[in-house]
Structures are given as C-alpha cells and as structure tokens.
C-alpha cells in the first residue's frame, strides 16, 4: 500500500514537472520577435492574407487562450501543424524519433562498456601504473563535454585516419529496404550486415562522442564501489576459500558494487540524451535534436514545442523507471 | 572528486594536485593576458579578408605565408589573430555568465535550503522542471528568441546552469544548518538573516567557489556551441565556435581552420575543470 502510494505521488510530481515544462516553453516562444507566418508567405502577400494565416495557425488569440487550445490538443495527441514542413507535427517528431533513440542507446552500450573496462581493470591492477594511467585517462574524459570529444573524432577519424563517415546517418546511395525509422535495429532484423556496417560506420564517432564522458563517470564510481567493497569480510573469505582474483572481483565484489553505479546510469542517461541535440548537428545526424535546431532557426513554433515536450517527456520517464528500478532492487526501500 | 579520490593518499598525491593547480591556473592567466591584449598583439586584423590569401597552411607546411603563422581560413583572414580574438568572448562570457548564474543559483540555494517551507517547495519544484529541459536545445531556444548577441548569451546561460548552484548548496545548506555551531548562533541571539551569512554561508562558500570554476568552463562551452549553430554575436568579432564551424565545413580542405580554435576552446575548458577539481581537493579536509 505505502509503495503504491509512493508511485502514486511520484507520477504525480512527473505530471506537475510536464506541465511545468509545457507552460514555460509555451511561454517563452511567444517571445519570438520574427512573425513566422510573414515568412510562409510570397512577397506580394495583403495584410488580409496574412491576417487569415494567422487565424488560421490560432496566432491573434491571447496567450493563455493559444495555450489552452494547444494543451487540450496535446491531451488529445495533436501537437499541431508544422509552419515550415506543412506536416502535423507528431509525424514529424515520431519519425526522427527513432534515429535518436538509437544513437542513444548506442551510446550508452558504449559507455558502460568502456567504463565498466576502465572500472575492473583499475581494480585488477590497483596500484600499478595502468591504474594510475586510467584515472588520469577518466580525469581527463570527465573534464571535457561531448561537443569537444565530437570535433576531436571529426578530426581523428574523419580526416587524420579516415576510417569512419563523419556526416549523415547512413549512404543514401545504397539500397534501403527500410519500413520503419529504427534503421539499425531493421538492419539487424533483416540479417542485412552490409547495412549494419555501413550504419554503424555513420553512428560509431557521434555515440563515441557522447560515451566518453558517461564511461568516465561509470569507471569512476564503479571503481570506488568495488574498492569499497573488495575490504568486506565476505570477499576476504572468498579469497581465503582459494578462489583466484578475477573470480572475486568478479563473482564476489562486482553483484554488491554495482547498484550505486545502475541508478547513477539512469540519471546520467538523460544528459547523454540532452547531448544528443548539438552532437547529431555536429554529425549532420538526422535525428530529433538536428530536426530541432532547425525549427529554431526558422521559428517554427509549433515544432518546437513539440519536440521540448518530447524530450522533457522522455527526462522524466527515464528518471521515473530509474526511481522505480531502485525501490525494486532495493529491499530496504521496499519495505522502508 | 575526478583522480584525488581514487588515487589515494600520499605526498606525491598532494604535489600532483598543486602542479596541476598552477598549471590550469597560469592556462587561463596567460589566455587572460593574451585576451586583453589582444588588439595589440594579434598581428594581423582578425577581421581583414583577402580572397588571394584564402585557407594559406600554417609556417611549417609547404605554401605558408610569412607573418601568417597558423595560417588562414577560406575568406583569407588569419586564423592566430582570430584566436587572440575570440579568446576575448570566451573569457568575457566566463566571467560575467559564470558570476552571475553563481549570485542568482546560490542564493536561491541558500534560500531554499536555510528556510525551508515555501521557499524551498518552490526553488525545489522549479529545479525538477528545469532538469526534465534538454539543457543545450534550451539555450539555443533562449538565444533565438532574445536575438543574438553577448546579452543574450549570457542571459541563456544564467537562466538554464542557476539549478548546478542551486542543487548543490541547497544541499550543504540544509546539511550545515541542522549543525550544533547553527543553533548555538541562534541561542546566542543571532537572527536568522545573520546566521545565514554569517554562519552558513562562509561554510559553504568552498563549494560555491569550486562550483564556480567549473561553471565557468561550461560558460565557455555553451558560448562556443552558440556561434557553431550561429547563433552567437554577430561577425563583428570571431568567436571559437564559429571558426570551429567554418572548420567543420571545410574539413577537408583547411583541417588547420578546426585545430587551432578546437586546441584553444579544448585547453581552456580543461584548464577550467582542472582548477576547479584542483580546489575541490584543496579545500576538501577529509582528501587533504
């Protein structure tokens, strides 16, 4: 009863958080000085023309009124028109939707991967110069953001050892049986390793790029974990039982450590996410945060709103399973 | 919190850190230097085109140029002064957006985490609504509504980044007040507005600094994110990021028009962190 109250009241306050959100956005682009329907039209426009327009996109009503009309639009699953793309706004950010999902998850496959190396290396090796160079290493990783890590892949992969492409998401020129947006996932479904190769090829530097300062975070805090962990009485009685150190940190230190490190993914999972927006545009990726700093450079507000929605929608999802994850996995808390 | 943690105590510990102190710290000394300067040492005009001199190498490659040391990009304008330059929009935006998101965010922490009650309710619940934005996409909102322009970047910065001010010392505000030394102020008879200042905040003030620093190089990065989108200042004075996207553009063609900017942004943002992670250690009594 107490943990569905729990989750009750937590949805609520994700609730609160969206509305929140939507209101601020809303507000904030009503700012726009540029009027984005005397961009829409020919020059030999009259008023009378402009006038209808801005009817027509709800544009002359007050504030709170284009707000009320919108949020009960948005209830109903209609985000609008787009003023640029003429295409209902939904469409729009559901088709790119999927191009960043998985760039993210990518990314994050990456960067557990890389930290989780980092973290059990460091610990099988404690004291020697290879864990000092992967604390250096993490130092480093942690002190740059993503948009850094990008340019420096454009230049060693892209130019000094052009290995990997670094524009687009994929060859255009190649034949593309796709029926859905999730491209990779398609291609793997498919069995087609041709368009694996050459997706990943495209997605490897942009999801390297937003990895490296997630890994370093991982390794970090999952390396002092298992630090933590490896002076327990019950690791110390493994090692005495004659089991050798891969098997403790690994079978032993690594189940008991690793909890603190899953819910800081979660969270950390949402600024990668973040990330994604200036990254994809750094790689001409064209996934939502591409599609979204182009509907700012043309004012498209209804495009706007929909994608800050989308994405505050996919925030606090993720912190809210994060949340959840925790109390399940967590015994002291379900019963706290 | 970044190497100290893990690599445990020690003397040779404590040199590294202060090398690494003096090192971050003379960086961004230097680059204040050559940012003040600028106009009198850049030797060239940063903002001179001349189409016969467009994307020249840098010295030591074949078909440099003299008195154009790291070479020039596609307009003909030379890339050492245009860094000498832009370094003076990085550090301007540092410091006014760094000190400015740090009065705004600390004091709401303070607030919020001192007097609890409304006050905290409200900066709390405004806190989760700014971390359910995606920070970057934001700003790049923020600016192309006020319009571009130092103001306008600065603006962004301080309305998005007061929450890593806010969060953190909301949190040692509350930690310090539920202290004995807090409530012996009080009996003492010292207001509540005086233990605010008096007691809590001097205790809190290592975090605020160190929060400061590191905002700081963020600073820095959103400015050069800004003008890689174009959305900066206008091109009356370069910017980092836009000659790091005139870079991108031409990538391969000129990779020294992307280098020497992308080295510059890279070791002042570097420099920033370090000095800040540097001071966390200094000021921390339990890793010193």
Redesign the interface.
């Known amino acids: 009863m107490r943990l569905l109250r729990a989750i009750l009241l937590r949805l609520a306050t994700s609730a609160v958080t969206l509305a929140g959100v939507a209101v601020i956005v809303f507000v904030v682009i009503r700012v726009v000085p540029g009027d984005p329907v005397s961009m829409m039209l020919p020059p030999g426009a009259t008023d009378d023309d402009i006038a209808r327009l801005r009817a027509f996109y709800g544009l002359d009503r007050s504030i709170p009124a284009q707000f009320l009309i919108w949020a009960g639009g948005v209830l109903q699953g209609d985000f609008g028109t787009s003023i640029t793309n003429r295409q209902p706004v939904l469409d729009l950010v559901l088709g790119r939707l999927p191009a960043t999902l998985e760039l993210s998850v990518l990314a994050l496959g990456l960067a557990v991967l890389m930290g989780g190396v980092a973290a059990l290396t460091g610990t099988r090796l404690r004291g020697t110069r290879t864990e000092a160079a992967i604390d250096v290493a993490n130092g480093m990783a942690l002190s740059v953001p993503d948009f850094l890590w990008g340019l420096v892949l454009v230049l060693l992969f892209g130019v000094i050892f052009p290995v990997f492409n670094i524009s687009g998401r994929v060859t255009p020129s190649l034949d593309l049986p796709f029926t859905t947006n999730f491209y990779l996932l398609e291609s793997i479904l498919r069995l087609r390793p041709d368009l694996v190769a050459d997706l990943l090829s495209h997605m490897i530097l942009p999801a390297l790029a937003l990895a490296i300062p997630l890994a370093a975070i991982i390794g970090q805090l999952l390396k002092q974990s298992l630090k933590e962990t490896m002076h327990l009485d019950y690791v110390t009685l493994a090692r005495t039982r004659g089991y050798g150190e891969n098997h403790v940190i690994l079978r032993e230190a690594l189940p008991n450590a690793i909890l603190p490190t899953l819910t800081l993914v979660g969270v950390q999972f949402t600024f990668l996410i973040g990330g994604t927006v200036i990254i994809e545009r750094l790689f001409s990726y064209e996934g939502l945060g591409n599609l979204a700093i182009d509907a700012v450079i043309n004012r498209d507000l209804p495009l706007i709103q929909g994608i800050v929605i989308l994405f505050a929608v996919i925030f606090t999802a993720v912190n809210l399973i994060v949340d959840l994850a925790c109390v399940a996995l967590n015994p002291r808390l379900r019963h706290g | 919190?970044?190497?100290a943690?893990?690599?445990g105590g020690g003397r040779g510990r404590g040199r590294r850190a202060g090398l690494r102190l003096w090192l971050a710290g003379g960086w961004l000394l230097f680059m204040l230097a050559v940012a003040l300067l600028a106009p009198w040492i850049a030797p060239k005009d940063p903002l001179a085109q001349d189409l016969f001199l467009g994307r020249l190498p840098p010295f030591w490659v074949e078909g440099a140029e003299p008195g154009y040391w790291l070479g020039t990009d596609s307009l003909g304008r030379d890339v050492l002064s245009r860094i000498m330059h832009g370094a003076r929009v990085a550090l301007l935006v540092a410091l006014v957006a760094g000190s400015l998101t740090c009065l705004i965010g600390a004091t709401l922490g303070l607030l919020a985490g001192y007097f609890g009650g409304w006050a905290d309710i409200l900066i709390s619940?405004g806190i989760?609504?700014w971390?359910?934005?995606?920070?970057?996409?934001?700003s790049?909102?923020?600016v192309?509504?006020i319009?571009p322009g130092l103001p306008a970047i600065i603006l962004a910065i301080v309305v998005i980044d007061w929450t890593r001010f806010a969060r953190v010392v909301r949190a040692e505000a509350m930690a310090q007040a539920a202290m004995d030394y807090v409530a012996s102020a009080r009996v003492a008879g010292r207001g509540r507005a005086g233990t605010l200042l008096a007691e809590i905040l001097p205790n809190v003030l290592p975090t605020i600094v160190v929060l400061l620093t590191l905002e700081m190089?963020?600073a820095v990065?959103v400015e050069?994110?800004l003008s890689?989108?174009?959305?900066s200042i206008p091109t009356d004075s370069p910017t980092w990021g836009g000659m790091?996207a005139e870079g991108?553009s031409s990538?391969?063609q000129a990779?020294w028009v992307?280098?020497f900017p992308?080295v510059a942004?890279?070791l002042m943002?570097?420099s920033f962190?370090?000095l800040g992670?540097g001071l966390k250690d200094r000021f921390d009594p339990v890793l010193r």
């Open positions: 919190m970044a190497d943690a893990s690599a619940r989760d609504i971390m359910a934005f995606p920070p970057v996409l934001f790049i909102l923020l192309a509504v319009g190089g963020i990065i050069a994110i890689f989108v174009n959305l790091i991108r990538i391969h990779w992307l280098v992308l942004l890279f943002v570097l962190s370090q992670e």
